[in-house]
């Protein structure tokens, strides 16, 4: 028997087509009323007013909520503690039951708790479903019944479990309610100021994240495997925020890479369930390594190091383009974002912890568990099935993956005439070619802030208190 009311609390899913929560409320209830809540507890802690996260929120809102008004309800939107808004406007609705879908942050995941208890002593029931992750829980365990720990077996596992229901759409057609109450508050009411996502080209919401898909699979998909380590070269999908706020489905996504059978593409969705996995299962690898035996490793105390590497002043072109790209766009290209976490943690010896902080204040996309994963996989702290002593070299990453330079040129200006032979490495001219195109290394550019070879060694030596772990 189908309930009379039911409220659909939107969060990281914003979108109003194969939406879990909204589908199990669709089918479960004869009203269905959809609600979004700017949480306090999150937006009093961000640093800036100007935030391009909370304007991406903001406008893919309103294209949501214009979606809902079409069907005949629209978006409510609250802005407070999330704990008390939901509870309180479930009462308000008289709805029987409250659904969304499962968020695997331990903060998120406390909310929920707390929000569930309210709604309980209310007589209204919480209904939690799967949807950001293809597989979550204890779908995906070991022969042991345990959670998995390294990506190789977990994707052979995962590939095994995979099944034509679980990429499939969820349903979400029917008849909405509560458009008298709907409505999206301006940006400003809600304590915040417009940022430079137009001039950046980032379009927001359910359009924005259609248009970056259907180029990306018109040309691309395929040859992702072979394009995806050059960030000079268009090749990858750019929709890293979209899924970080599900303004697209990642079950389509799924759907799509295995009908046209991009494994490349497939692998890298699977490393975001993986991670999703290890932050639900492991919630302690917030602020601690994984390997619990790598906390043993005493990092340098080096702010001027730290500083440099988040102004891109490290010597070292590459990672300095890359922490530009990041400083001026709010996102950084996979490859890079692996190899400035390598040389912040393993050139420079400062703590990956540092890093992944840096990466949350200024990621667009940032997600807690891609990102706390990739850290701890680049300091080796984490889920890696390599040794410990695998340490990127900037200069040689540089070589393979920016090969003319074309990227560094893009966001370090000084180097724009540096040939391709030494643009690599532009400490190696001779003070003579310095001079004559006008790149003094030390004066208008930095010197190298270590050197590699040095550092690597530092690194075997402070790594060895775990070696014994391996």
């Not at 994240?209 to 259907?214: F, G, M, T």
């Not at 992944?356 to 701890?376: C, I, P, S, T, V």
């Not at 966001?411 to 001079?435: C, F, N």
């Amino acid at each position: 028997m189908k309930k009379e009311k039911a409220l659909v609390w939107f969060r990281r899913d914003l979108r109003d087509d194969d939406h879990a929560a909204l589908s199990a409320a669709l089918g479960e209830a004869r009203q269905v009323f959809c609600a979004f809540v700017f949480d306090s507890d999150i937006l009093d802690a961000l640093p800036e007013r100007r935030d391009r996260r909370v304007e991406f929120i903001h406008q893919s809102l309103v294209e949501l909520d214009g979606a809902l008004r079409a069907r005949g309800g629209g978006l409510i939107v609250r802005h407070g503690r999330a704990t008390e808004e939901i509870p309180a406007l479930a009462g308000q609705l008289g709805v029987a039951a409250v659904y969304a879908n499962r968020d695997y942050e331990p903060a998120a995941k406390a909310r929920d708790r707390q929000v569930a208890e309210s709604l309980a002593s209310a007589g209204i029931a919480f209904h939690a479903g799967k949807d950001q992750v293809i597989f979550d829980g204890d779908e995906v365990l070991t022969q042991a019944g345990q959670p998995f720990s390294v990506f190789t077996p977990y994707k052979k596992a995962w590939l095994r479990r995979l099944g034509p229901a679980d990429s499939g759409a969820a349903p979400c057609a029917g008849p909405l309610a509560g458009g008298e109450l709907a409505g999206v508050p301006a940006l400003a009411e809600i304590g915040f100021e417009p940022t430079d996502l137009a001039e950046l080209g980032i379009r927001p919401g359910m359009s924005g994240a259609r248009a970056l898909w259907d180029d990306f699979r018109a040309g691309r998909l395929e040859r992702y495997g072979q394009l995806r380590d050059f960030p000079a070269v268009k090749g990858v999908s750019y929709l890293s925020v979209h899924l970080r706020f599900g303004t697209i489905s990642i079950r389509e996504l799924v759907s799509t890479a295995l009908a046209r059978q991009a494994e490349s593409w497939l692998n890298e969705l699977i490393w975001r369930d993986f991670y999703f996995m290890i932050l639900d299962h492991f919630p302690q690898v917030v602020g601690q390594a994984f390997k619990p035996a790598y906390d043993a490793i005493a990092w340098d105390d080096w702010p001027e190091g730290l500083a440099a590497w988040c102004a891109g002043r490290t010597g070292y072109p590459l990672v300095d383009a890359a922490m530009r790209q990041l400083a001026h766009s709010g996102w950084m290209h996979n490859r890079l974002r692996m190899v400035v976490a390598s040389f912040l943690s393993k050139d420079l010896g400062i703590d990956w912890r540092l890093g992944e902080r840096y990466f949350a204040e200024k990621l667009n996309d940032f997600d807690l568990a891609a990102n706390n994963g990739g850290w701890q996989w680049a300091a080796s702290t984490g889920c890696d099935a390599q040794p410990w002593f695998r340490i990127f070299n900037p200069v040689t990453q540089s070589e393979k993956f920016d090969p003319q330079g074309k990227f560094i040129r893009r966001y370090v200006g000084e180097l724009a005439g540096v040939p391709d032979k030494y643009i690599h490495a532009p400490w190696t001219m001779s003070r003579a070619e310095q001079d004559s195109l006008g790149v003094v290394i030390g004066c208008d550019y930095p010197a190298p802030i270590v050197d590699h070879a040095t550092a690597r060694q530092a690194t075997l030596a402070r790594y060895a208190v775990v070696k014994k772990a391996d």
